[in-house]
């Protein structure tokens, strides 16, 4: 997708788009269902500012992912095979708007309201 404007290099509700293993790095995943997704960041966020929560990821290397550990053995298996972070490319898209919270109770924020 190309768009033009000062928002062109960021991705919009389901994009696709890539960002390599020195970026997923920081990223802290969690598995849900048959998807992975981006659930927090550790220390600052992606240098590029590409990632966003909920982002999920679709592919690493070109293959596809169910799981973190899908994720882990297809980056470890491309240090074995001696590419650098920077090689590993990580396929995202972005996490689009209106989907049912499938999050767990006790991985949620809650607000508590009072009645004044």
Not at 3 to 31: K, N, Q, R, T, Y
Request: proline fraction near 4%; include cysteine.
């Amino acid at each position: 997708v190309s768009s033009s404007g000062p928002s062109a290099s960021f991705p919009s509700e389901g994009d696709v788009f890539h960002a390599d293993c020195e970026e997923l790095s920081s990223a802290i995943l969690s598995d849900f269902g048959d998807e992975v997704r981006v659930v927090g960041f550790s220390g600052v966020e992606s240098e590029s500012g590409s990632m966003a929560y909920f982002d999920r990821i679709v592919r690493v290397n070109g293959k596809a992912v169910q799981s973190i550990e899908d994720v882990d053995f297809a980056k470890s298996n491309a240090n074995l095979k001696g590419m650098r972070p920077k090689e590993t490319v990580i396929e995202l898209e972005r996490a689009p708007f209106g989907r049912r919270n499938e999050l767990p109770a006790e991985m949620r924020g809650w607000v508590y309201l009072e009645r004044f």
